[in-house]
């Protein structure tokens, strides 16, 4: 959660006065995403979602995200929509800073989600992949395994205060995961941080998706591995096959996996949860001062991290049903 | 900007529950208040405003702060109006903590005041004092001149640390301000917090004031003077007499100052600029370290201290106009 960029009143007039949306009626700072500030606008003409974006999104990332999340829009995938000013511009600045306004989403998180929801889960991302497919921009996957290990080698010292031998641990994972790591498995446009916080519900059923500031080209299966991580743990640290089935099958009634990407599910959930812990490790100990994010736990997911280096093939239960 | 507190969607639904408002389609934390926990809600029959209330509002007083935005919407002053439950109770819990639903208002805070919005801020105060006359609730200010010296006591130190010998200043000022302090002044309930970011605005015209924790008994031309040092200050650090002269005149429109109101506007300006510089010096230390809130900056108050120290007559100037 996090607001980093305070705008003013005289600031929203003047990025307003490029569109066309009339005056602004009401606007709110919002506590929600980690990596940009978020803004709730009400205009004459509607409700929309400003957000600034800060130092950890790249700026020549943007088209790719914004183009990403129109593109999704026009092939009937429920997301965000990116307004354009009067001159057709999508990317905008304030503060210096880029920006962009898009359409307002309703919609809950589910906190915890239930089989059901997992199921919803699993259905909408693979409606997104198939949604993606034939959008022409790329993106490397600069969070992928080929990064773990440099990123790890300056907080090895962080794991170690985390919990007492942690490095070693994660150094013998990083060269098991690189000695495994999979290739050659269908790749295409991948959310690559689908988590229950960016996915909104309502009634029960999936009705939209968003932050799509980690999207980028890599295996589909990765994703549905984050997915697993991400959806199908309880609070209590177990793995809950029963979710992980429904997220699995939810995924396969839009796109049946491959022998291949079954068989790889285990390595890739091991590494996705590598990289949730370690961009976690990392930002437990360098979130800025006055920055209003509460850095979240890296623990959570060395816990997981402990659950697929004990049961390697835990998750090819979620892919068995 | 706060959430302390994380509300999941199944404590919503619960809440909501209890409720004739349908079920909940949005539901975003707010970064907008520093005493409470906001929320924005949407539910299928409206937008309201949820604050789950923190530890620094005592819950006693929790009746009168809503009992008087339930009176000042009735008696037609433009405010939040709080939402009863099914039983008839606007005060409700969240985990354990006290909260309220009220109604969403629309508008957006200047951030720097114009004289034409000084004059609005003005009328718009006493429409909040004639419209809150007969409120038949009390409540002290604890945050009165009388408290000033006590809470001083533990905060030598840290206005030191601020400034080296800004201690021994405040003392003379605490001193001169207890000799001083008028008393037999028409008195009524007061927001006590009238700043720009706690009114809204719409086209140029006031349209509704909110965040009443703070109001309380005390005498009527000591809100005059929290919203002078409020609303007339440049960034620079200077008083704009035109702003005062535009606030009082408006404020005076709807009713005018006494005789010896007017007398004392200076001292009590003095004595509002203390008030907001020892609770912003209070903060300054003590802001915990989860609570995602930036605390206020304490000099902003003690250069508005100086101005008042250094020109004791000058707010009478915005006065004579």
């Given at each position: 959660m996090a607001v980093y960029t305070d705008i003013t009143d005289d600031e929203l007039a003047t990025l307003l006065a490029d569109f066309d949306l009339g005056a602004a009626t009401s606007f709110k700072g919002i506590?929600?995403?980690?990596?940009n500030s978020n803004f709730l606008l009400e205009t004459e003409t509607g409700r929309y979602f400003l957000t600034v974006y800060e130092k950890?999104?790249?700026?020549?990332d943007l088209p790719f995200f914004l183009g990403l999340m129109q593109w999704l829009e026009q092939h009937g995938f429920p997301s965000a929509r990116p307004i354009p000013d009067r001159n057709g511009e999508i990317l905008k600045r304030m503060r210096g800073k880029p920006c962009a306004l898009v359409s307002f989403l309703t919609g809950l998180s589910v906190r915890r989600p239930s089989v059901a929801h997992c199921r919803e889960a699993g259905v909408s991302l693979a409606a997104l992949h198939l949604a993606a497919a034939g959008f022409p921009l790329g993106r490397e996957n600069d969070l992928g395994q080929t990064a773990w290990a440099p990123m790890f080698a300056s907080l090895k010292s962080a794991a170690d205060g985390l919990k007492p031998g942690l490095a070693a641990t994660i150094d013998a994972d990083l060269a098991d995961l690189a000695a495994r790591w999979p290739t050659g498995l269908p790749s295409g446009v991948v959310h690559a941080d689908y988590f229950p916080d960016n996915v909104f519900f309502q009634a029960g059923k999936f009705s939209a998706a968003f932050d799509f500031y980690f999207a980028c080209v890599d295996a589909l299966a990765y994703d549905v591995a984050v997915a697993l991580n991400a959806w199908c743990f309880e609070p209590d640290g177990s793995f809950n096959i029963t979710s992980a089935r429904a997220l699995v099958a939810g995924y396969e009634s839009q796109r049946p996996l491959s022998q291949a990407e079954r068989a790889a599910l285990p390595v890739l959930a091991h590494g996705a949860a590598m990289r949730f812990f370690l961009t976690r490790l990392h930002d437990w100990g360098a979130t800025p001062a006055g920055a209003l994010v509460r850095p979240k736990d890296p623990l959570e997911y060395e816990r997981k991290l402990a659950v697929h280096r004990s049961s390697p093939d835990l998750v090819l239960f979620g892919a068995a049903g």
């Open positions: 506590a929600e995403g980690v990596e950890r999104v790249r700026e020549a």
